[in-house]
């Protein structure tokens, strides 16, 4: 919001918007018992076909299963009997096709990647899985949006590995961001589920205040009070100060915790923005040029570079991206130029 403001050269903008956390929604999370965590989860499933009776008693009733890679949603379409959509999964019009025979009732459940969040508005999906891990809070949030829009109750399920672990650094050693450190929070919180979310989208802390649509920890442990949201967020907050040595200090109210992590959040949108723009400043230049500064970058392009590290750069490249071992991970960057997807929107089709 605050990117879009500064484009449109906006002076104090009034900004009217209704929470994200909608509080018909049931958050629950479940570790799979072995190895086979979509095998599980596609168990899950076909329990909760036959057991959430707002499924089994409305034909109108739709199911969503997010997976992370098209190999798992092929798996779980053969499985359940049911369509599927990712990316590259037909024409745009086949796609439609799918998408329309769902919300017709040919299949009453469809298996998708998150390629399937944006778009899509049916009024009457009652139950939402994840198999797996969401990377992001954002994303996480994008899929169970689909759901529930009709003002009736409506189930999410995050299915995680059985060997999961709650983490703090990325897998290169780096600190996760605001938006991923929050679904850690989420998959891993002792308490209600809907603070950390309603904190990271909101900057207001909300929680479960009646059981009929509690999130598991609630359904399970009571309702969280005002003293217990509090602590949470401490505790939180607390962990945010040690990684990042930031030094934040707990107030009395409630809403302290909220205003540390929007300031986070806004020193990292910073910090996009300016690399946005030197990005900007260097385009149509040589990389390795430039990496090794050298002025002369500003004045060809990588294909014409004549450098002697050129054959080098490319060598680092494949084995950066190799058979999904290599540092860039399959899903989190883009191949060609290696920025993260929320950076590159091109995806290596021309111009990233």
């Not at 998708?112 to 999906?125: H, L, S």
């Not at 994303?139 to 703090?168: A, K, M, S, Y």
């Amino acid at each position: 919001m605050r990117r879009f403001s500064d484009r449109l050269l906006l002076v104090n903008p009034v900004i009217i918007r209704s929470l994200t956390v909608r509080k018909n929604l049931t958050y629950g999370v479940v570790r799979a018992q072995g190895p086979d965590v979509v095998g599980f989860g596609i168990t899950e499933v076909r329990k909760a076909m036959e057991r959430v009776p707002l499924f089994v008693g409305d034909e109108k009733a739709r199911a969503i299963v997010y997976c992370r890679t098209k190999e798992e949603v092929r798996r779980v379409a053969e499985e359940l009997s049911c369509s599927m959509y990712y990316a590259d999964s037909g024409t745009e019009e086949e796609k439609a096709e799918v998408l329309s025979g769902w919300m017709r009732g040919n299949s009453r459940i469809i298996a998708a990647t998150t390629a399937f969040t944006e778009g899509i508005d049916y009024r009457y999906v009652r139950v939402v899985f994840y198999i797996g891990a969401p990377e992001s809070a954002i994303e996480f949030v994008q899929g169970v949006g689909r759901r529930g829009r009709d003002g009736r109750g409506c189930l999410c399920c995050v299915i995680l590995p059985n060997g999961w672990t709650f983490r703090i650094r990325g897998r290169n050693g780096e600190l996760l961001d605001e938006d991923a450190m929050t679904i850690e929070w989420f998959l891993n919180s002792p308490r209600c589920r809907v603070l950390s979310l309603s904190l990271f989208l909101n900057g207001k802390a909300q929680y479960c205040d009646e059981i009929e649509y509690a999130c598991d920890r609630c359904t399970r442990k009571g309702l969280v009070g005002e003293d217990e949201a509090r602590a949470e967020v401490g505790a939180y907050v607390s962990r945010c100060t040690d990684e990042h040595n930031v030094g934040i200090q707990i107030g009395e109210e409630l809403d302290a915790g909220a205003q540390q992590l929007q300031a986070y959040k806004r020193e990292q949108e910073e910090r996009q923005h300016n690399f946005i723009w030197h990005l900007d400043v260097v385009r149509g230049g040589c990389l390795i040029c430039l990496t090794m500064k050298k002025r002369e970058g500003l004045r060809h392009n990588l294909d014409e570079c004549r450098s002697k590290e050129k054959r080098s750069f490319f060598q680092a490249k494949k084995r950066a991206t190799e058979g999904g071992r290599g540092w860039i991970a399959g899903f989190k960057a883009c191949f060609y130029c290696g920025l993260p997807q929320r950076l590159c929107t091109k995806q290596g089709k021309g111009g990233c």
